[in-house]
């Protein structure tokens, strides 16, 4: 790439061509300001809160669209460029609910903070608010058009991450509003939940559905046993709502918070995940034996069923017949735990803690409930998991680090990847590799699979038996791969599919990062890094190597894909339409 | 709540008009230009409006969401979400009509259809549709249904003037 002379404020810096004012200021240790903007996903320049002088324009221009050339002088810092900046941000505060003292994303929020960092006086103009409207319709996700700015970032990502495209901007000027196709409830469309246009909202106009008083009345309930247990991903993000660096791995903290906040036990997801591999790496043993559907196609991610059941409803064979390591999870407690503990899995409430919004709808789903009863009740996201912490008045920052109670508190290095995309394939390379060749794998690492990229695969030699597999993670990706399986033109064996970009680690659930620190940061190698982390530094890092999931076989289940384990950890999928 | 107004009225599009409709939107794929815009320009003129059963094929046609069309459909004036009724009443809101209180005329309309600006009736018999000067100011205010023409009105005379559609 060649390299080109500009001025930023005076200050020269050399940037590849083709970069945009905003890249190159940044290089100068400029930050201009954005709304609309996000790299790679939205670049529309619409908004105008990134407008800078260019030395021979005549107008202000976009930095985050307009590219840089040689010679070039900008000014990002004159009081033109500061009154246009404040007037338009201005001009969007006069139309909206500035309810922030009581908003979801109060000091969160890149409106605020624009307001704060122009100086905006955020009432100088009132008028005519245009007329907002409420989707509660799902039980995950709430929109509250009176706090959106029209940056269409939380449309971007659903067409571009997801090919889901379910939202976007419906009528003109005044009126122009973020909804569905013929306005209708985000319930009644094909969207599948991931929450990936919360997290790029960048405000509070959407957010999660929250359980959180629900948690807290089941807490106070002396009647209740009160279970809650945590996603892979969830200990690699928690920290970040309390000012850690992104990735901080808190486990110990966050089980220590946990306890503070009266939960009668206190378990892991990684054990579900454990015990899916059993599960899943079993079906796939015998889909191969017996001639079965493949290539078979993980199911852990709730937005990707969601996803195959609207898009792909004639290749649901293809779907793993495992719950995912939630569901899991929540089976084994009402069915296994509750009979150990010789009580009433209704007077059992499960708690689980997810990186993910898609958890919410799947514990509502048909066939979750082994016991008769839901195998999981409530469905938290990190970030409400953190709001619990700080309404209980915990000093996140000053607990010390503690265990997981047993039995279904323990877990391998196996069940914890699974929160990095390719970490579930890695999982069950792991144990696959040993129950098929008879010795462990000369290397537990399977980095052919590890990484951030969207589509990864790779081809393992089994005892003889060559395994080809995929990891794909974002649904356009997966569209992509789905496609070649309908068309019967797909080589792999296996397929890992995560809804979220780089898996649960950057799920719709996780803490949400400003436009930008995604920018300049690639949050879910961070947050994946820190896992691979404490997987090698794990005795234990193979799923069958789980003494409680062996515990669990031999006293309860029997083995792998028996009858009872069918009835109890497996589920079923239901056409749905697109539209 | 938005302004977009969406129909109640039963989808009656015949399978001719389907077939016209994907021919014409093979022609538009294969063009130098394909666009959404044209697309739902030329389906409006074969339905006369665009519900979502067309808005959908298009989608699927054109390789593209049925929010990404929706949103294009209700960006611009010249789309209807809405059928005709079979007895269209138009009211001109042009300068001079409403000058002489063709406002009035619609609301009084509103009331005695049971129907807003804009909407047709679920049966699909009546629609009102408030319009720009219609050429006959001498007239004013003016109001058409169908190609049947009022002119000189007062609020007075819409009851009239309904009943007589109601009773056909
Ligand atoms: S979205 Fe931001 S500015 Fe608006 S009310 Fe919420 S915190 Fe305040
Ligand atoms: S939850 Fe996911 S699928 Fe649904 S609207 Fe948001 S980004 Fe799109
Ligand atoms: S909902 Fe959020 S992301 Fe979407 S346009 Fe509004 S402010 Fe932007
Ligand atoms: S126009 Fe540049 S951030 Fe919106």
Known sequence: MALVNVKINNIPVQVEEGKTILEAAKLAGIKIPTLCYLKGVNEIGACRVCVCEVKGARSLVAACVYPVNEGMEVFTNTPNVRASRKATVELLLSNHNKACLSCVRNNNCELQTLSSDLGCDATKYEGVKSDASKDESTPYLIRDNSKCVLCRRCSAVCKEYQSVAVIGANGRGFDTHIACAFEKPLAETACVGCGQCIVACPTGALSEMEEIDDVLNAINDPSKRVIVAAAPSVRVGLGEEFGMPIGTNVEGKMVAAMRRLGFDDVFDVNFGADLTIMEEGTEFLNRVKNGGTLPMITSCSPAWIKFCEHNFPDQLDHLSSCKSPQQMFGAVCKTYYAEKLGMDPKDMVVVSIMPCTAKKFEKGRGNQNAAGVPDIDFALTTRELAKLIKRAGIIFDELPDEQFDNPLGIFTGAGLIFGATGGVMEAALRTLYEIVVGKEAPSLDFNEVRGTEGIKEAEYDLAGKKVRVCVASGLANARKIMEDVRAGKSQYDFIEIMSCPGGCVNGGGQPIKSAFVRNNKDIKAERAKSIYAQDAAMKMRKSHENPAVQQLYKEFLGEPNSHKAHEILHTKYVPRQKY | ?168
Do not use: W
């Open chain 2, 1 to 168: 709540m938005s302004k977009i107004k969406l129909t109640t009225v039963a989808f009656k599009g015949t399978a001719e008009q389907e077939t016209q409709l994907r021919q014409v939107l093979d022609e538009i794929k294969s063009s130098a230009h394909p666009s959404v815009m044209t697309a739902l320009q030329r389906a409006q003129a074969i339905y006369g409006y665009l519900p979502i059963e067309v808005q959908s094929i298009i989608a699927d046609e054109m390789g593209v969401s049925l929010e990404e069309v929706f949103g294009v459909a209700t960006f611009y004036s010249q789309f209807t979400l809405n059928p005709q009724g079979s007895y269209a009443f138009g009211v001109c809101l042009g300068t001079a009509c409403y000058v002489k209180g063709s406002g009035d005329v619609v609301a009084k309309l509103e009331e005695c259809l049971g129907l807003k600006d804009g909407e047709t009736s679920s049966d699909g018999k009546y629609s009102i549709a408030s319009t720009r000067c219609v050429g006959c100011c001498g007239l004013a205010p003016v109001m058409t249904v169908n190609n049947e023409v009022y002119g000189k009105l007062t609020v007075k005379d819409i009851p009239d003037i309904v009943a007589k559609y109601k009773a056909m």
